[in-house]
């Protein structure tokens, strides 16, 4: 597993930690958070794997949106059935999920736009 992002950053950037459910005991999904404190709470959980730390992100300004030259990634979780996460760049997949029972979880980094 990575464990240093092999990009360098820019200024405002800080790592991405990568989490995947530990077999039997964590949902079957990988889940990717740049907040350090929502790292510890999902590490403490003693439900994820820690892998690594895949590649860098900016957080959202105070204003809710993204830094130029990047992108929003927003997040998605099914609370139902196999637990899971999804990621997307595009608000519109998130509102189809959100119509069939997922649960958004807003705005959580800013990265490069999908090329």
Known sequence: ATTVPGCPFASGQTVVYRFF???GVGPNSHFFTRERTECSVVDRSAKWSFEGLPFWATA???DGLC???TAPL???WRPFGDSNH???TERA??????AK???DEGLVMCVLPPQ
């Open 93 to 98: 997949v998130i509102a189809q999920m959100v």
């Open 21 to 23: 459910g530990i077999p």
């Open 101 to 103: 029972g997922w649960v």
């Open 60 to 62: 959202p300004g105070a």
């Open 74 to 76: 927003y997040r998605a």
């Open 86 to 88: 999804r990621f997307t």
């Open 67 to 69: 830094p130029p030259s």
